[in-house]
């Protein structure tokens, strides 16, 4: 029992909305990227990323984004194939819009940072129409990626989704996701994205997320449990607040709360990743109905696996790896 109800006759589990992009990972790690001479290409893009941690937890999952009609575009589509994740609302670019890029500098395992180009990038482009209501009534959960509100035609295709979602009782899950350099203004972010996570069932931020959010409404003191009670006088019934290494709190609509610590690991290479391997184990705990502070756990072993590999995608780890990890560090805690 976990305070949400998924409709069970649906055929997908879980379909992501927003950007399908790439993802080029420094080689030489510990490094500026001044220096850097080589990168291993991955798909990322968040919503990206955490539709395929489910799909490699063996959650049915599909997308809805548009891709570039280029080698990027055909790769991106082939690896979601690969995967099992339903493309049918994966839309082809034709105005000359290119796949947006996330180069990421990995200067020491907490010194990370991405530089990403996104001029003109086919994810934005998506428009109302192409959303599909007939794919959205398939599943039990729809995932908004905040980055998809920075500009139009893509804000007004979430607005659209939402409708749908709303319309068929499909749990809507927003992820903040918030990339400054792609919105104008923390003021625009902020009016977009308390529109769209008012009407949210689950909503999944950082506290510095929520900060921006909050700039437009306030309150003023920054308190997590004030943050997650005004989203449940809205739509939400779960709220959880990332805090990074710290990790996370889940607020639950009756009142409970849940302080979920981290899975060290051995290796940090990288801390990207984290949220979104964290955001995909949670959602799958959820889909299978376990209590909050179990999907709280699954995520943050999850990320623990993440932040110990070289890329996000294909890094998100199986069902198995992750009961593993949490085994393993019983296992250590109690001797
Ligand atoms: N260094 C770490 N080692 C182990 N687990 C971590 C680490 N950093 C984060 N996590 C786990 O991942 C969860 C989400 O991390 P974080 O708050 O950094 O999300 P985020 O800011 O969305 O991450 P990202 O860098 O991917 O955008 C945390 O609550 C924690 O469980
Ligand atoms: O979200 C992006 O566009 C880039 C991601 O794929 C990247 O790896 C990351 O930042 C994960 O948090």
């Known amino acids: 029992?976990?305070?949400?109800?998924?409709?069970?006759?649906?055929?997908?589990?879980?379909?992501?909305?927003?950007?399908?992009?790439?993802?080029?990972?420094?080689?030489?790690?510990?490094r500026p990227m001044e220096e850097t001479l080589t990168f291993t290409k991955y798909v990322g893009g968040s919503p990206a990323n955490i539709t395929i941690a489910l799909a490699k937890l063996g959650a049915r999952t599909g997308f809805i984004g548009k891709v570039s009609d280029d080698q990027f575009g055909r790769?991106?589509?082939?690896?979601?194939?690969?995967?099992?994740?339903?493309?049918?609302?994966?839309?082809?670019?034709?105005?000359?819009?290119?796949t947006g890029l996330a180069f990421t500098e990995i200067k020491s395992p907490t010194d990370c940072s991405i530089l990403m180009y996104r001029n003109n990038?086919?994810?934005?482009?998506?428009?109302?129409?192409?959303?599909?209501?007939?794919?959205?009534?398939?599943?039990?959960?729809?995932?908004?990626?905040?980055?998809?509100?920075?500009?139009?035609?893509?804000?007004?295709?979430?607005?659209?989704?939402?409708?749908?979602?709303?319309?068929h009782q499909v749990v809507i899950i927003f992820d903040v996701d918030y990339r400054r350099w792609t919105w104008k203004s923390k003021e625009e972010t902020a009016i977009y994205c308390n529109l769209v996570a008012e009407q949210c069932d689950v909503i999944i931020a950082g506290r510095e997320e929520f900060d921006v959010m909050e700039i437009v409404t306030g309150p003023e003191v920054?308190?997590?449990?004030?943050?997650?009670?005004?989203?449940?006088?809205?739509?939400?019934?779960?709220?959880?607040v990332k805090h990074g290494g710290?990790?996370?709190?889940?607020?639950?609509?009756?009142?409970?709360?849940?302080?979920?610590?981290?899975f060290p690991a051995k290796q940090v290479i990288k801390t990207f990743?984290?949220?979104?391997?964290?955001?995909?184990?949670?959602?799958?705990?959820?889909?299978?109905?376990?209590?909050?502070?179990?999907?709280?756990?699954?995520?943050?072993a999850s990320a623990s696996i993440v932040v110990s590999s070289h890329s996000c995608s294909d890094a998100m780890p199986t069902v198995e790896q992750i009961e593993n990890l949490i085994r393993e560090h019983r296992a250590n805690s109690s001797i």
């Open 1 to 30: 029992m976990n305070h949400i109800t998924f409709q069970q006759d649906r055929e997908l589990d879980f379909i992501g909305l927003g950007r399908l992009c790439i993802d080029l990972n420094a080689n030489e790690i510990n």
């Open 75 to 98: 790769f991106i589509k082939s690896y979601l194939h690969k995967l099992n994740i339903d493309t049918r609302n994966v839309v082809t670019d034709h105005t000359g819009a290119v």
């Open 121 to 167: 990038v086919a994810d934005l482009k998506l428009e109302a129409g192409e959303v599909q209501e007939d794919f959205i009534k398939r599943a039990k959960a729809i995932l908004i990626s905040g980055t998809a509100l920075a500009s139009s035609p893509s804000r007004e295709a979430v607005f659209q989704a939402i409708e749908y979602a709303r319309k």
């Open 222 to 240: 920054k308190d997590d449990s004030a943050t997650a009670q005004r989203w449940f006088e809205r739509q939400a019934k779960i709220v959880v």
């Open 246 to 262: 710290d990790g996370s709190i889940v607020f639950t609509k009756d009142g409970g709360s849940s302080q979920g610590g981290i």
């Open 273 to 300: 990743g984290a949220g979104d391997s964290f955001a995909g184990a949670f959602i799958y705990g959820l889909l299978q109905g376990w209590p909050v502070e179990k999907c709280q756990e699954f995520g943050s």
